[in-house]
């Protein structure tokens, strides 16, 4: 049996084999600490639950979804960007359901992209960018976002030859695994560049409702011109604490917005009506308790941040998302950093090259573990760097 020649070009995303793997560790009997999991560990709220066990819980919701109404879901995201972003959104045009973002993803890459395109895609990213343009058999041309920069594509420095060929690119922020932020500028930039060579812009955005320090990403869809150019994936996975149910949505430009929706008709039927119905109560309901979570994360990031510059190490404190990533001492590469505290500290960090070349020299530390556990994963870490 021989598969297909395109899966030699690319990785297996490690995320879950690690996540197996520590597992088994600790059925073992050792104590491992988790800090690479992005998986909220706090309970989704009671309004939420309640929604999805009354719809699952009723046997005429267990049909093909096409068999009810999206419109309400679909509205419950029109309002929602408008009430939390000030975006006006065509419910009926310019939104769409994603099986989680991840599933989105992998799509819009079949959607814009025929063989041998080329897209951008920043270095460090979340790989499934660069996997996922090279599974629909285009070109994945990588970008640098460097920290003198402060992670931000330096849209002035891509040859303009290579934009004029390019046909979108992919930017996430607030950023993972960076955890940088773009302000209005950046975004007003990038929307005339994007004009100007005729690219597609991907806001992969599934952070922005988890923020600090009264900061509040913004939406790139909320600039003048950027429906013209793009879509922006948004998720309930972690601004809403339920990465298991894998509601995404697709927002944004009407033309994706069709052929996404086409390329669906085919490769899905639908999402699952509970969840629909969960995820409008979700969306509609009370988001008070969010604050409260934001500050638990903040709480958590601080301790990170502190024990790192107790170390000697170099590390901004986030404004948004749940990570941290910091620098590591000099005489490892991220994987023997990251693989040598597993083994000798039962404490797992994502080495920076995981997520792209440009990666190297860091980790991706998650905040989705009690405080005090952080706490004694940062008290492992100075004994095993001293």
Same mark, same amino acid.
């Given at each position: ?14 995320? !879950? ?6 597992? #088994?560790?600790? &059925? %073992? /009997?050792?104590?491992?600490? $988790?800090?690479? *999991?992005? +998986? ?50 065509? !419910? ?6 994603? #099986?989680?973002? &991840? %599933? /989105?993803?992998?799509?819009? $890459?079949?959607? *814009?992209? +025929? ?138 430009n009407r033309d994706i917005i069709s052929g996404m929706a086409k390329i669906k008709s ?121």
């Open positions: 049996m021989q598969t297909a020649k395109k899966l030699e070009n690319f990785n297996a995303y490690t995320g !879950p084999a690690m996540n197996q793997k520590i597992k #088994l560790m600790m &059925a %073992e /009997g050792r104590d491992i600490i $988790n800090l690479g *999991l992005g +998986d909220p560990d706090v309970t989704l709220p009671g309004h939420q639950l309640k929604a999805l066990v009354e719809a699952v819980s009723d046997p005429a919701n267990h049909h093909y979804p096409s068999a009810y109404p999206i419109k309400p879901f679909y509205q419950a995201i029109a309002d929602w960007y408008k009430h939390r972003h000030g975006v006006d959104l065509d !419910p009926e045009t310019e939104v769409l359901y994603c #099986l989680g973002a &991840a %599933e /989105g993803i992998f799509q819009l $890459n079949n959607c *814009l992209l +025929d063989p041998g395109d080329i897209c951008l895609v920043p270095d460090p990213a979340y790989p499934s960018y660069e996997a996922g343009v090279r599974i629909a058999g285009g070109k994945a041309e990588l970008y640098p976002l460097q920290e003198k920069k402060d992670f931000l594509p330096d849209l002035a420095s891509i040859p303009a030859d290579l934009a004029k060929q390019a046909k979108m690119i992919w930017l996430n922020f607030p950023n993972n695994p960076t955890t940088a932020i773009a302000g209005e500028e950046f975004f007003l930039t990038l929307i005339d560049w994007a004009k100007e060579y005729d690219i597609a812009v991907i806001s992969d955005n599934p952070y922005m409702d988890v923020c600090f320090d009264g900061y509040r990403p913004p939406s790139f869809l909320k600039f003048p011109g950027a429906k013209e150019v793009g879509v922006e994936l948004n998720s309930m996975s972690k601004s809403f604490n339920c990465c298991g149910w894998r509601v995404g949505m697709l927002s944004g085919q490769s899905d039927r639908g999402l699952y009506y509970p969840l629909q119905v969960a995820a409008i109560a979700a969306l509609t309901g009370p988001v008070d308790w969010m604050e409260e979570r934001n500050k638990m994360y903040a709480e958590r990031r601080d301790v990170v941040v502190s024990a790192w510059h107790k170390m000697g190490l170099e590390m901004l404190a986030p404004k948004a998302t749940f990570y941290c990533w910091g620098k590591i001492p000099d005489k490892y590469t991220s994987k023997e950093f990251s693989f040598a505290f597993l083994e000798e500290g039962d404490v797992w960090m994502i080495p920076g090259s995981a997520y792209g070349e440009r990666g190297e020299g860091y980790v991706r530390i998650s905040c989705a573990q009690p405080v005090e556990r952080i706490a004694e994963a940062m008290e492992r870490m100075q004994k095993f760097i001293s």
